[in-house]
């Protein structure tokens, strides 16, 4: 039995109408598990944001048994929330205009679940073409894009 937990996750976004889509792959104990969803008034990283959060909430609500969760991600934003931390912090999420950070809400609750848990962030490259190998950054990535697109469609 695995301690660790893997996540794949990706969010889309298309900006005319402001509508998000985001999804995560969970893989633990030989098992997979998919997760997705919409969100309207939304930007890139907004959705980006969401499905980390969402994946590593539902991981703490649905499982007790794990050490390690590792988030693989294709949004260098996401990746690099750690390191801009303090930074974030200290400048009370303002932008030097004075205004919140935009997403200020995500970003300070994914900073909390990282500060909770044993979480690894890993950026993965964007947008993979299709081979022979399993690669669940390219299946979120469609997942999320399909989203989006059945919600324009609507």
Known sequence: MSNIIK???????????????????????????????????????????FAVISSINYIENEFTDYKTIIVYTDSQYVVNIPQR??????KLF???????????????????LIQSSNIELVKVKAHQKSSSIINYNREVDILCRKIVRQ???K
């Open 7 to 49: 996540i794949y996750t990706d969010g889309s976004c298309n900006p005319k109408f402001k509508i998000g889509g985001w999804a995560s792959i969970i893989l633990f104990n030989d098992h997979k598990f998919i997760l997705q969803g919409i969100s309207s008034d939304t930007t890139h990283n907004g959705m980006e944001l």
């Open 94 to 112: 303002l932008t030097k205009q004075g205004n919140l950070i935009q997403n200020s809400d995500l970003v300070k609750n994914l900073i909390h």
């Open 151 to 153: 919600q324009i469609n």
């Open 85 to 90: 931390q303090a930074k974030l912090t200290s």
